[in-house]
């Protein structure tokens, strides 16, 4: 089968389009024909040598796809039968041809949503939940500060945080960023170049943000505490901005604050059948009644990998990026 590859031999990696053996469901598992993948920035980070699969994993690039079912594996696969139309999470393998899936971490594509466009979902929408809902405890009537408001998660974020009943403050580089924000349901809309983000969420609140979804690691963990209400939750799932930082413990016994560093690409497959199932049943429905919709910014061919990496790498993009076959 076709897959992007990483070559390496020059002088930066570089992906490439190559014949690889095709992968054999195994147990529990299901074979998906792919017609399109979602591209994640922690794709970026696997292409430059970075992000290693888990042990166990394909070596390929890609933590979701969209496509219909090919074969299946031996012992309990659920209901699906070959044929299916599904969305998949994944730990690796979605730039090719065919992956195999753990059966728990299929999703059916939502009603209303097309099988290219439902490459859009899987990732997104586990990561939300499992962070704004799990990790941060995200109620209605809190605050919730998302970081990148216009990237795949941020677009999720909005939707997911405004559907619990959460008034929403985002973080983007550009006015037109914080437009589509906006039209996706920020109330809260600040261009972190050209304001401080603490003093625009202390004086959009009475005492911060109760929940802040962060991206950028390091480089923020000061100012997110900073902007934390009493009791506040900091849930940090990326490192943009570096992976060390000083952490004022004073300040976090004072207002009883909570730091949570999270990962999904690496838990169990028992957890992430969990939190699939979770998406399924809170998520899917509104997805189908047109209150949650993907955000997909261009479709590129799998052989234009490369590019779609530099768009992500541009930052000019609002939601997904997303591969056909």
Not at 21 to 47: K, M
Not at 148 to 160: A, H, K, P
Request: glycine share 12%.
């Amino acid at each position: 089968m076709r897959a992007i590859v990483i070559d390496d031999s020059g002088e930066k990696p570089a992906l490439t389009l190559s014949e690889v053996d095709s992968p054999t469901p195994g147990e529990g598992e299901v074979l998906l024909d792919v017609v399109a993948a979602g591209v994640n920035r922690a794709d970026l980070v696997q292409a430059s040598g970075k992000y290693p699969p888990p042990p166990g994993e394909s070596e390929l690039i890609g933590l979701e796809v969209s496509g219909r079912i090919a074969a299946l594996g031996s012992g309990d696969t659920g209901d699906w039968a070959v044929g299916d139309e599904a969305c998949a999470l994944l730990a690796g393998g979605g730039y090719a041809e065919q992956v195999s899936v753990p059966a728990g971490q299929l999703l059916p594509v939502p009603a209303g949503i097309d099988l290219v466009t439902a490459a859009a979902l899987p990732e997104v929408a586990c990561t939300v939940w499992s962070n704004l809902v799990d990790a941060g405890r995200l109620t209605s009537g809190e605050t919730v500060l998302l970081h990148g408001g216009s990237s795949g998660i941020g677009t999720m974020g909005i939707q997911v945080a405004k559907a619990l009943g959460a008034r929403v403050a985002v973080t983007a580089g550009s006015a037109e960023k914080l437009e589509r924000c906006r039209e996706l349901g920020a109330d809260v809309l600040i261009n972190y170049k050209e304001s401080d983000f603490v003093e625009e969420v202390r004086s959009a609140t009475d005492d911060g943000a109760d929940v802040i979804l962060d991206l950028m690691g390091g480089e923020y963990l000061g100012r997110n505490v900073e902007a934390l209400a009493k009791d506040g939750r900091l849930v940090i799932i990326g490192l943009m901005g570096g992976r060390s930082a000083e952490l004022d413990l004073g300040r976090m016994l004072q207002r009883r604050l909570s730091v949570a560093a999270t990962s999904l690409r690496g838990r169990p497959r028992a957890e992430k059948a969990r939190i699939v199932a979770a998406v399924r049943e809170n998520l899917w429905p509104r997805i189908e009644a047109g209150e949650i919709r993907p955000v997909v910014q261009e479709v590129l061919p799998l052989a234009e990998a490369q590019r779609a990496h530099q768009v992500l790498k541009d930052s000019q993009h609002v939601g997904k990026v997303l591969l056909e076959l």
